[in-house]
């Protein structure tokens, strides 16, 4: 019977539940990994990251065909989209990215169940296949990393076909002619962009006076004028109240936030992208006592330990950004603690992208919060527009931005808005995990000629003495 005892049983695949299953492993502990679906990798991998970041990606080069090409003297005629082609790129990307994961669990000897996990007690995991059958593993320690699932909003139903989720916005069989995405968040942005690319006249209808709420405002501002010119129109400040999906064209009714006079905007698709809610469903917290926050998030201590002891939880199913690379610093964090290391994390230096075109990234403070904190800080900008590598590529649109104490020239935030911004924005995590100031980045050699050279001009400019403006 000993041998049966697991010291670890996670559940929920994701980038939070296999990476803790891996390093558990990796510590020497007895690990089983419990997921309900049937591929590994959880929202990240199968409906949410991967398959997103694969459209953006071949959907932008599809726009790019049309537009820049030409310009650099490639003759290629107009691009003609097969949709289904492309769908299925997506899906191999899916494919092998999952399987990929299978191998390194199986790599690792993580024991794997497939069926709905619950917490029967303390230190005891029932599993529920498909078949109905249930059977009951014993550990030592649980980790809930069960994630997240879509926000619905009051009264619209999603079908997946004509009112769809993100999940249904991956997997559309044609082009929408006209598609309303509900609200204006990283999600909304960046598969708006995707049909916007592929044909769609999409109109963003946004609950705040804002894109993109928490983000660096002047970002935010330029931003939504460049998403403009690429044709996405915006509602700010408005709510939609209904969808009437009896005819062939969905129409929707649209009121000012603050409540008015209502309009009815006509679509062939409405992507609902409100946010996302921890997903906690059937996994017996209430009968075990494990404690929940009003948002239904389980609440833990700095140790990632619920009030029960031996439970722990990590990812979207906790406080903090639903963000994968967040999920997956947690599992390895949470691994360690159980292992009776010091697993940590640094919430105040977790990158956050959003993936469309221009890219969009930031980490640290934004000019409002520190302003909000009465943190006195000098601010350096550097425009792509003025950035070699840039100019020549034909992709100036954007900025780097560096925010810096003004007593210590300690690096505060940065935020880029530029092509490539997501990988860029890896100098600034490590510089500000090393504690940099904004002279350690301006006086680091970067190479030329490239975008980061941008960044180690915004550096300079945090000191007014940046050579390329
Ligand atoms: C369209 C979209 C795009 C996104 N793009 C990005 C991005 O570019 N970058 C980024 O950082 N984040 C992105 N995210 C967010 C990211 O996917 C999540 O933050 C991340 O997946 C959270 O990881 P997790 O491990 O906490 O949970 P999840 O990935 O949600 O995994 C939880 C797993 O637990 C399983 N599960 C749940 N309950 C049970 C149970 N009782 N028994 C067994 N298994 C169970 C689920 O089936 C699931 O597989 C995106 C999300 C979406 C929807």
Sequence with gaps: MADTIYDL???????????????????????????KDKTFGGTCLNIGCIPSKALLHASELYEQTGHIFAKMGI?????????????????????????????????????????????????????????????????????????????????????????VSSTGALVLDKVPERMLVIGAGVIGLELGSVWRRLGSQVVVVEFLDRILPGMDNEVCRQFQRILEKQGISFKLSSKVTSVDASGNR???????????????????????????????NGLGLDEVGVEKDNRGRVVIDDHFATNVPGIYAIGDVIAGPMLAHKAEDEGVAVAEIIAGQAGHVNYDVIPNVVYTYPEIASIGKSEEELKAAGVAYNAGKFPFTA???????????????ILAD??????????IMGPDAGNMIAEAAVAMEFGAAAEDIART?????????????????????????
């Design 406 to 415: 003004a007593k210590t020239d300690r690096v505060l935030g940065v935020h």
């Design 75 to 163: 003759k290629v005629g107009a691009p003609k989209l097969d949709l289904g082609a492309m769908m299925k790129f997506k899906d191999e990307g899916v494919d092998g990215n999952v399987k990929g994961v299978a191998f390194l669990l199986k790599k690792n000897k993580v024991d794997t169940f497939t069926g709905v996990g619950r917490i029967a007690a303390p230190g005891k995991v029932e599993v529920k296949g498909g078949n109905g059958k249930a059977q009951m593993l014993d550990t030592k320690a649980i980790v809930i990393a069960t994630g997240s699932d879509v926000a619905r909003l009051p009264g619209i139903s999603i079908d997946e076909k004509r009112v």
């Design 9 to 35: 049983i996670v559940i929920g695949s994701g980038p939070g539940g296999y990476v803790c299953a891996i390093r558990a492993a990796q510590l020497g502990l007895r690990t089983a990994l419990v997921e």
């Design 387 to 401: 950035n070699g590598r840039a100019k020549v590529n034909l992709q100036t649109e954007g900025f780097v931005k």
């Design 250 to 280: 969905l129409k929707v009714k649209v009121e000012p936030a603050s409540g008015g006079a209502a309009e009815t905007i006509e679509a062939d698709v409405v992507l609902v992208c409100v946010g996302r809610v921890p997903y906690s």
């Design 445 to 469: 050699c970067h190479a030329h000629p490239t975008l980061t050279e941008a960044v180690k001009e915004a550096a300079l400019a945090v000191g007014k003495r940046s050579i390329h403006m």
